[in-house]
């Protein structure tokens, strides 16, 4: 199989289908995952592979679909520490004590959009169905983040706070920064109103450069290029950038598309830990 260097690296075992980042791998120093919706063992809109917790799904179906993905991923399913989204820019500081938060022991936390550590063997998971997952690898002070960035995080900037939650935290210089862009809804189908419009073009600089009109009330906002703009700015290089290029909603019969199924879906999960 021929392997792209910057973009994801897609894997078919055992029934399941996910990806893995080229980019990241050959580092030696993390494991990186992204579900699909194919392997699991949950039913109906929630079929198969649903890694959310807020969806009424049976528990033993949750646990099987963990099971799977993270054996897959060789990530220890026990001690994945999960997110609390709730569409907001708050950033936590993952440590050991936070081991297996959200699957095997209650959150003590609320509203976490991002997650970030510095230590090795605590795996860390963010969910989507659409929004746009960010990977985050310091490779020189060795340090990672994830951050769940839809319209909304991507507009309150949660990509550059988590960088700069990142350099408080860990002494992380963007140029030695390796970021990754999962998938998510494309540019071909992320259509909204005015309104957004307004807000991008209130915050970004270059938001002609990533906003199309598409009729005369309906525009298409690229959200990758957003988070990608967004981050060159920050000083991250061009070639640290991995990015999927792969839209959620138009590939639903392999992913959850929030969108695409009108709201009534499962969660995919975006994976990231320090070995
Ligand atoms: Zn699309």
């Known amino acids: 199989m021929e392997e792209r260097k910057n973009c994801f690296q897609e894997y078919r075992q055992d029934g399941l289908i996910y990806y893995k980042i080229p980019l990241f791998e050959e580092t030696g120093l993390v494991k990186t995952g992204f579900s699909t919706r194919i392997g699991g063992v949950s039913k109906e809109h929630l079929t198969s ?14 646990l099987e679909n963990y099971h799977r993905i993270c054996k897959a991923l060789s990530i220890n399913e026990r001690d994945l520490v999960m997110t609390r ?9 993952v440590t050991e004590e936070d081991k297996g938060k959200g699957l095997m022991k209650e959150r003590d936390y609320d509203s976490v959009d991002a997650l970030m550590t510095g230590e090795r063997g605590l795996p860390m998971i963010i969910f989507s169905a659409d929004c746009v997952p960010l990977y985050f690898l310091d490779t020189k002070q060795k340090a990672i983040a994830l951050a769940h960035a839809g319209w909304r995080g991507t507009v309150k900037k949660i990509g550059q706070k ?15 920064v390796l970021l990754a862009i ?18 991008f073009e209130r915050v970004f600089p270059f938001a002609a450069e990533v906003i199309e009109q598409v009729s005369e009330k309906k525009y298409h906002i690229d959200l990758w ?32 598309s929030h969108r ?12 990231l830990e320090l070995v």
């Open 85 to 93: 989204q709730t569409h907001d820019d708050h950033i936590r500081l």
């Open 162 to 176: 988590t960088l700069f939650k990142m350099r408080e935290a860990f002494g992380t210089n963007p140029k030695d």
């Open 182 to 199: 999962g998938p998510s809804i494309g540019k071909c189908c992320f259509e909204v109103d005015k309104d957004v419009v307004e807000e």
């Open 260 to 271: 695409g199924d009108h709201g009534k879906t499962g969660s995919l999960g975006a994976f």
């Open 49 to 62: 592979l649903n890694l959310g917790l807020k969806k009424n799904d049976a528990r033993e179906n949750l």
């Open 225 to 256: 290029k957003t988070n990608e703009l967004m981050m060159l700015e920050m000083g991250i290089l061009e070639g640290n950038i991995a990015i999927a290029s792969i839209c959620t909603m138009c590939h639903k019969d392999l992913f959850y």
